[in-house]
Nanobody, 128 residues
Framework: QVQLVESGGGSVQAGDSLRLSCAAS????????MAWFRQAPGNEREFIAA????????YYADSVEGRFTISRDNAKNTVLLQMIRLLPEDTGVYYC?????????????????????WGRGTQVTVSS
């Protein structure tokens, strides 16, 4: 079993920055693609960013491209999401997720079905 714990959320003003962290524990002997999703009240959980198992490839939703950066440190079993120039529409609960398998086509990284393990989320609130 794998446990994912997110941290780093908070309440900020528009234009501010935050860095989210996801710590993985449990069966971490093999690396897997990881992702961040976001869910705003009344909305479905949406894809934000993903990173391949070795960190070579990254994928972003159009809404965050150029403002968010996903990275990983496999030695520490952590995945980070650096967020700059935050907007009120970035408000939501941010979830870290680990993929079911080690390899996916590029188009599959944004799909919720790709991910098997999920954290409990961390709240990000951006005020205008």
């Amino acid at each position: 079993q794998v446990q994912l714990v997110e941290s780093g959320g908070g309440s900020v003003q528009a234009g501010d920055s935050l860095r989210l962290s996801c710590a993985a524990s449990g069966r971490t002997d093999t690396t897997y693609p990881m992702a961040w999703f976001r869910q705003a009240p009344g909305n479905e959980r949406e894809f934000i960013a993903a990173i391949s198992r070795l960190g070579i490839n990254t994928y972003y939703a159009d809404s965050v491209e150029g403002r968010f950066t996903i990275s990983r440190d496999n030695a520490k079993n952590t995945v980070l999401l650096q967020m700059i120039r935050l907007l009120p529409e970035d408000t939501g609960v941010y979830y870290c997720a680990r993929a079911r398998d080690t390899y996916y086509r590029n188009s599959e990284y944004a799909s919720r079905d790709t991910y098997q393990f999920w954290g409990r989320g961390t709240q990000v609130t951006v005020s205008s």
